[in-house]
């Protein structure tokens, strides 16, 4: 029913920025919660940050907090992730997700939608 289409990753080097982009297409019944999670090889998926539908509550994972900031356009269908000040360790591949409701959750296990994701490649 919704399909998310991330893109923006690419290769940077240590202390540079990206810009990643989640395009949603489909029906989109209700209000939904949109995050961003991270996998790296031979790693589990693991949250990176979250964003409620009207923008007001953001939760960000610790290694990433104040480095980077999720936004979204709602007019748009389109989420974002600022990522500054990138280090090696944020070397991954970048999924976006959306859950249905007025719950903000941080689980992969909450989301109901997922992208097929987008590298990132931080370089030393």
């Known amino acids: 029913q919704v399909q998310l289409v991330e893109s923006g990753g690419g290769l940077v080097q240590a202390g540079g920025s990206l810009r990643l982009s989640c395009a949603a297409s489909g029906r989109t019944f209700s209000s939904s919660s949109m995050g961003w999670f991270r996998q790296a090889p031979g790693k589990e998926r693991e949250f990176v940050a979250v964003i409620s539908w009207s923008g007001n509550i953001t939760y960000y994972a610790d290694s990433v907090k104040g480095r980077f900031t999720i936004s979204r356009d709602n007019a748009k269908n389109t989420v974002y992730l600022q990522m500054n000040s990138l280090k090696p360790e944020d070397t991954a591949v970048y999924y976006c997700?959306?859950?249905?409701?007025?719950?903000?959750?941080?689980?992969?296990?909450?989301?109901?939608?997922w992208g097929k994701g987008t590298l990132v490649t931080v370089s030393s």
């Open positions: 997700a959306a859950r249905q409701g007025i719950v903000v959750s941080t689980s992969p296990d909450a989301m109901a939608y």
